[in-house]
């Protein structure tokens, strides 16, 4: 078996009426998914997609996001996953440079007139052409071309330095050892359940995918308010009583392990997993590290079961089909443990950054210790090999950073605060105690006489960049710091930066009329009065009046949960996680306290 499809279809033969998707009150098992599938591939071929073709998906969490990628998969074409909460200009790009043949959406999305032909999957249309076509697997005479491992199977979009996301191009390949390795480190038994948390964005989604749907286990899905890490997350896995699950650390930092996964399997995945949560989240299930970036098939090594016990969570050993090198500037191979640049190489390293030929010859180069036409990829990430074989990550070499979990590059950011016409320099930084509160924080100074709105800048890169590029804080300078060599002293940036959402909140001798006083001496103190100091002790702020709103003070999904938990324990009211996102103040959230007592 070479292609998902193959790997999908045989897990239907093998696993029954076994339930293959659940999402809510939904469930639906492999022979109903597989004849879904199999009915759209055949009109998605009829209108034109084959081998290579690339298909946009905008479809929401649901059994028919899963119907539609494999049904892309099966007709022979790859598709470029869309989050239809991006920003259109980036939307469009995506679609565009990616030559997208079609769009695939429901009509809970609205239409992005992104310039290609699109099917509506739930009209009234699509589903009486879907049901006139036959349910039995697609055959290779069928596809408009032969599908084979070297066909593409994806394109995913992620942050570029020059300011411009590349579409990183991966092929059915690496789906072998995937699978292989899955089977063999998990050990996943048909009837298990696999929580689908991972964006559809990224390529962790794709490996939630396969662990369930290539094994004959079941894929949990649920809303994104059920998924919130913290209490959200945490009622999920509980009440769908999951068994296996890959959480980024940020997710991991604030929910509770207690009673989640018990005899099953967590991969901690996505950023650095330190020892105190390895400690925690080791107790009463495996723990496993897993690495890798987005330019092989989802990773390529992992570590474990991990113990909780060494003083750094290794990222383990290669998988199938996998190597890592560690190589100096020279490419000499570090075997005596020394830190350099981690090289990887095998069976899942992409075909390359679609329509970007000089970029791809700079980070995927020949590989001297593979076999003769091999390549390995230069992933910007340091690393070192200990005595045991065992993997550890230990940097970066660039200016990529992890915010939430989420890969971004600085320049991209800066690239777009120095497109408002008010700002001529821009640096952006990485601020933040720990994973739960990391953020951007850019620095600016003014192109003209006029200086430019804090608030005005935020607004501008948000119309562009998802939101977890946009910086929670822009502070204006007369200059930025300098080295002795003229060059941007970004190190003392970031050491700021620690107080930089500080920097634009008022501090007490000149509040605004609005600010919170303390209650007299005696008085209990209001609700509002007591959410205000929950989020300025979230947020780490100086000041927060009832007028403010959370995400504008700087809040993200991640410090929302945060919030919701607190306001929980603390405060003794629970509120829907909904109300958190849409409440245009915090007075407003107050009231919706009140109402929930």
Not at 197 to 223: I, K, Q, R, Y
Not at 423 to 445: F, K, N, P, R
Not at 514 to 525: F, H, K, N, Q, Y
Request: hydrophobic content about 40%; some cysteine; proline content about 6%.
């Amino acid at each position: 078996m070479d292609t998902v499809s193959e790997f999908f279809e045989a897990s239907v033969l093998t696993s029954g009426e076994a339930p293959a998707v659940i999402f809510g009150e939904t469930v639906v098992g492999y022979p109903e998914l597989n004849a879904r599938a199999n009915r759209l591939a055949r009109r998605l071929i009829a209108a034109g997609v084959g081998p290579d073709s690339l298909v946009a998906i905008a479809v929401p969490r649901s059994d028919a996001l899963i119907t539609a990628v494999l049904a892309v998969l099966k007709a022979g074409g790859a598709y470029l996953p869309l989050d239809p909460t991006y920003p259109a200009e980036r939307l469009t790009h995506m679609v565009t440079d990616a030559r997208a043949v079609l769009l695939l959406r429901t009509g809970s999305v609205a239409p992005l007139d992104l310039g290609v032909p699109e099917l509506v999957l739930d009209s009234a249309e699509c589903v009486a052409q879907c049901a006139g076509e036959r349910g039995d697997d697609v055959t290779a005479d069928e596809r408009l071309g032969p599908l084979t491992a070297d066909n593409l199977m994806y394109v995913i979009y992620t942050s570029g330095s020059t300011g411009v996301p590349k579409g990183v191009a991966l092929t059915h390949a690496g789906v072998a050892d995937l699978v292989s390795t899955q089977a063999r480190v998990y050990g996943i038994r048909p009837g298990e359940r696999v929580l689908q948390w991972a964006s559809f964005s990224f390529d962790a989604w794709f490996w939630d995918f396969t662990m369930a749907l290539m094994h004959g286990a079941t894929l949990v899905m649920a809303e994104q308010d059920a998924l919130m890490p913290g209490d959200s997350l945490r009622e999920t896995m509980l009440t769908y009583r999951v068994d296996h699950a890959t959480l980024p650390p940020v997710a991991l930092s604030i929910t509770d392990s207690a009673g989640l996964l018990s005899g099953g399997t967590l991969t901690s995945t996505g950023d650095v997993c330190t020892r105190a949560l390895a400690t925690e989240w080791s107790q009463g299930r495996r723990l496993f590290n897993g690495y890798g970036p987005t330019e092989v098939t989802v990773g390529t090594s992992i570590g474990g079961p991990v113990d909780g016990v060494q003083e750094a969570v290794s990222i383990g050993s290669p998988w199938d089909g996998s190597a890592v090198y560690v190589l100096d500037e020279q490419l000499r191979d570090l075997r005596d443990g020394g830190e350099g640049e981690l090289y990887l190489a095998g069976s899942g390293v992409a075909r390359g950054y679609l329509h970007r030929p000089g970029l791809t010859a700079a980070r995927f180069v020949a590989n001297p210790y593979g076999p003769p036409g091999s390549r390995m990829y230069r992933s910007g990430d340091r690393g070192r090999r200990a005595a045991d074989g065992e993997l550890y990550f230990t940097g970066r070499v660039d200016d990529q950073v992890k915010v939430r979990g989420f890969r971004v590059e600085l320049g991209e950011v800066e690239a777009r605060l120095e497109s408002h016409p008010a700002v001529e320099l821009a640096v952006a930084v990485l601020g933040g105690a720990d994973a739960s509160s990391q953020h951007i924080v850019a620095y600016v100074t003014a192109s003209g006489e006029r200086s430019p709105e804090a608030a005005e800048v935020r607004e501008h890169v948000r119309a562009a960049l998802p939101d977890h590029m946009v910086p929670s804080t822009v502070v204006v300078l007369d200059r930025l710091p300098t080295l002795l060599n003229g060059k941007i002293d970004r190190k003392a940036l970031a050491e700021r930066a620690a107080t930089a959402a500080a920097e634009q909140r008022p501090g007490p001798e000149d509040a605004p009329s609005g600010a919170v006083d303390p209650p007299a001496t005696g008085d209990a103190p209001s609700l509002e009065v007591l959410l205000c100091g929950l989020v300025a002790e979230t947020l780490d702020l100086t000041e927060v009046t009832p007028q403010d709103n959370f995400f504008e003070l700087g809040g993200h999904s991640v410090l929302a949960a945060k919030l919701a938990s607190r306001m929980r324990k603390e405060l003794g009211v629970s509120v829907a996680m909904r109300s958190v996102f849409e409440a245009e103040s915090l007075a407003e959230l107050a009231e919706i306290m009140a109402r929930s007592r």
